[in-house]
């Protein structure tokens, strides 16, 4: 190669450096120049519109309205925090508040005691589920919105509140302080018979992990030697506390996640770190389509790593990962940063929001667009659409009347009247009520509002209105009037038809009045059709295997 091809050679490779590097300072310069031009607009506007509009504008309202409606095109999890939500926000995150631990919501009359938390204020100063709240301190509550009644009762920590309640016809006061509410993320756990433990883990907040580790040891040290750990309807929440619940049962320096953005600060793998608590106790995990984000990391890390038998139906769909980053004058702004990756390289995010972007509609990754992966004993896993459980159980559902006597409050006022009517009540675990209750239930029932539309009812009404749209309907008149007789549903027959159900639901509500929530999850433990299949699944370690091997794929 002579001297002069050479040097003409690196003055090409130089100049399209040169090129390269301008381009994309161009680039970065005209989406900057972009930025800046349309932030100055959106300012002025908002400047011109306070100044010429004819009425007055809040301006924080208005520039708060805007941001939403931007992020809203971006996905559901990209959010503005003004400073006034942070408090809501940190207790999202954290669990943490201080207040007097009670649950409280509107049912019907005004706002009431829903849930006191066990061993908080609410509940050891004597305050009862259905207490009607008149005033918190100086402040006549009543009519007032659940979001301002729940703020008057928080407060700094040590700090007194005053109650007045109304309790059936009485009227009690009620002089508490409040603490420092830790809400937990395993409101239950306890054992399915002697061999066979039970974990509830409805969030992933603070101290999650610890939680679950806490209630494993005891459960292990009362003689359990098979598990069921309960995801079902987990919204997710802190990432590294999937992790360390995942490192419970695998062995330390094995992947769990991996988040990648566009960003190299936001990829990260994440290992677990430490001694596995056991990592050889016979596992199932259940899910359904609610459980998402965090609750799915650790369903598809243990499936991904055969480690447990994964029972319910298709979860959530939620594989993006949301970083908080601090705005000026105190508010927040949580952005989706990054997507996870599960250890077989799976991402189960289930929406392009991108693609919906575009289109104008909700779009879900097609079937013909997912991937195939491998668990590490060979099983074919698919991305794109949640986490896909081993053995699918059937979706449960409610007859119409059910929905109705509880949209309607009468589950919930007829437990409060049986709560006063009698002491105590057995085993949560075990107790149901008497036929003679059910009777007195559906005695109590007349003369009260709870009408519905069966399935069948709403199938003729669209039946209904497809004839006369099409100009068919004085063709088939008859048949369907014919078949509307036939369908229309009679309510007191529907108590009868849907006694064990309807005994069921009612059972729970009353348990809550004795034991709170810890003991209305236990009291739903006995019909639950998943622990039921999760309990074959752990009698049957052959099976269980068979499952855990490629050859079941």
Excluded at 17 to 22: D, E, R, S
Excluded at 53 to 68: A, F, H, Q
Excluded at 173 to 189: A, G, H, T
Excluded at 378 to 405: C, H, M, Q
Aim: aromatic letters at 10%.
């Amino acid at each position: 190669m002579n001297r002069s091809f050479k040097k003409s050679l690196l003055i090409f490779f130089l100049g399209a450096i040169v090129l390269t590097g301008f381009f994309a300072f161009q680039a970065k310069n005209d989406k900057l120049f972009a930025l800046a031009k349309n932030i100055d607009i959106f300012a002025t506007l908002v400047r011109e519109l306070d100044s010429y509009y004819v009425d007055e504008i809040d301006p924080d309202k208005l520039v708060t309205i805007g941001i939403n409606a931007m992020l809203e095109e971006l996905d559901p999890y990209t959010e503005y925090i003004p400073e006034e939500d942070s408090d809501d926000f940190r207790v999202l995150t954290t669990g943490e508040y201080a207040g007097i631990g009670a649950l409280i919501g509107n049912r019907g009359d005004g706002n009431m005691v829903i849930m006191p938390y066990t061993g908080f204020p609410a509940q050891s100063g004597g305050l009862k589920i259905a207490d009607y709240l008149i005033n918190v301190d100086t402040v006549n509550v009543v009519g007032k919105a659940t979001s301002e009644v729940s703020e008057l009762l928080k407060g700094p920590a040590n700090t007194p509140v005053y109650l007045k309640v109304k309790r059936g016809t009485d009227t009690l006061e009620f002089n508490l302080i409040r603490k420092k509410i830790s809400i937990k993320n395993v409101p239950y756990y306890g054992k399915l018979d002697e061999k066979t433990g039970y974990i509830k883990l409805s969030d992933f907040t603070t101290n999650a992990s610890s939680e679950v580790r806490n209630a494993l040891v005891d459960l292990k040290s009362q003689g359990v030697d098979k598990l069921v750990l309960d995801l079902r309807d987990n919204p997710g929440g802190l990432l590294n506390e999937a992790v360390e619940i995942v490192n419970l049962f695998i062995p330390k320096g094995k992947e769990v996640v991996k988040t990648i953005g566009k960003l190299e600060n936001v990829n990260f793998t994440y290992k677990t770190s430490k001694t596995p608590v056991d990592k050889d106790i016979p596992l199932v995990v259940l899910i359904n389509e609610r459980s998402a984000s965090a609750a799915e990391i650790v369903a598809g890390a243990l499936q991904d790593y055969d480690r447990a038998v994964l029972v319910g139906r298709k979860s959530f769909g939620k594989g993006l990962v949301q970083t908080t980053i601090p705005l000026t004058y105190n508010s927040q702004v949580k952005i989706t940063t990054a997507k996870y990756y599960i250890p077989s390289g799976r991402c189960i995010q289930a929406i392009d929001y991108a693609q919906s972007r575009e289109n104008g509609e909700i779009t879900s990754v097609p079937d013909s667009l997912r991937k195939a992966f491998k668990t590490m004993n060979g099983r074919t896993v698919l991305d794109g659409a949640g986490i896909e459980p081993d053995e699918k159980a059937v979706s449960i559902t409610y007859a119409p009347i059910s929905y109705s006597l509880v949209g309607r409050n009468h589950i919930f006022d007829f437990a409060t009247q049986y709560f006063y009517k009698h002491k105590e009540i057995g085993n949560p675990g075990s107790f149901s009520i008497t036929e003679k209750d059910y009777d007195e239930f559906v005695s109590w029932l007349e003369g009260k509002e709870y009408d519905y539309t069966t399935y069948l009812e709403k199938s003729v009404d669209d039946l209904l209105k497809y004839a006369e749209k099409e100009a068919y309907y004085d063709e088939i008149k008859a048949q369907i009037e014919a078949i509307e007789k036939r369908v229309h549903h009679n309510k007191e027959q529907d108590l009868v038809t849907h006694r064990t159900e309807i005994k069921k639901i009612l059972s729970e509500e009353i348990v809550s009045r004795y034991y709170f929530q810890e003991g209305m999850i236990q009291a739903g433990l006995s019909q639950d059709a998943d622990i039921k299949l999760a309990k074959e699944y752990l009698s049957q370690p052959k099976k269980m295997e068979l499952v855990l091997t490629a050859s079941s794929k």
